[in-house]
């Protein structure tokens, strides 16, 4: 395997049906194959129900495919004796950070995971401070984190994962719960991650505009890849992720609605657009 490679589904399968004797049970992940490799931002679409969620939820164990493989940095995730090994190495935060969160003190919380890991306690002091002040999160280290906003719980629920120091992260819809503020607190956090630390991400979510921020968008349907391609690539598709119950970000709607032929996927970008087509 490419050593660049992270994450890897081989022809995977999953089910959440019971077992029945002839009858073909419904894939909630329908023969997917895919690389997530090292820096990769990738944002994974699709309405409730077409697999986004599942997809996460096998890529660090927490489901075993059917049928196929997922690797973890070469650990085939159905080893049972490595489950913690490919957990370092794939880290998940949640869509609620209460289901997350496991202590009262917010350092204390950070430091749960490298002390599950065994981590020499001076080690897991740096790593708590580092993750902490990477989400912008330190001066809040002796708080409460049942007092704290919801953005700001989700912040300590990836300084959480930050702090084993995986080399993916999996953030599966983890500003649904959010208004506005929280969702763009969070966004700017995972950007920020990727682009300092090189850390890959792959961020399920059923936001429009925050998929056009990612490097790449793979868009599922029924359990299958329908798209797989820059922002830029995936949301010239209109029509087709439409007629699946997507939409795209609200400037690209705006640059159609008004006729321009640029292609466009941020507000910026919208802007520029307009003022150029009234040179």
Request: proline letters at 4%; hydrophobic letters at 40%.
């Amino acid at each position: 395997m490419d050593t660049e490679v992270i994450l890897q589904f081989k022809d995977v399968y999953f089910t959440y049906d019971e077992e029945t004797q002839g009858e073909e049970p419904h894939w909630a992940v329908n023969g997917v194959s895919l690389e997530i490799k090292k820096g990769d931002f990738v944002a994974v679409l699709g309405h409730n129900g077409s697999g986004k969620s599942t997809l996460a939820k096998l890529s660090n164990a927490i489901l075993i495919p059917d049928k196929g493989q997922v690797l973890v940095e070469g650990i085939d995730t159905s080893d049972e004796e490595r489950t913690m090994d490919v957990r370092s190495h794939v880290g998940m935060v949640f869509q609620n950070p209460d289901n997350q969160i496991v202590a009262t003190i917010v350092e204390e919380d950070v430091a749960f995971g490298p002390e599950n890991l065994g981590i020499e306690p001076a080690e897991i002091r740096r790593r708590v401070d580092d993750a902490l002040k990477a989400v912008d999160m330190y001066d809040y280290r002796d708080k409460e984190p049942h007092k704290l906003s919801g953005g700001q719980k989700q912040r300590v629920a990836i300084a959480g994962i930050i702090a084993m120091q995986p080399d993916c992260i999996v953030l599966d819809e983890s500003t649904a719960m959010l208004d506005p503020k929280g969702r763009r607190e969070v966004m700017d956090t995972i950007r920020r991650l990727h682009d300092d630390l090189g850390m890959a991400v792959v961020y399920i979510t059923h936001y429009m505009d925050e998929a056009a921020l990612a490097d790449r968008v793979i868009v599922m349907e029924k359990g299958d890849i329908l798209f797989d391609g820059t922002p830029l690539e995936v949301f010239q598709n209109v029509e087709k992720l439409r007629s699946v119950g997507l939409d795209v970000p609200q400037s690209t709607e705006l640059a159609l609605e008004l006729g321009l032929s640029d292609k466009v996927l941020t507000p910026s970008e919208c802007a520029d657009a307009i003022i150029r087509s009234f040179k």
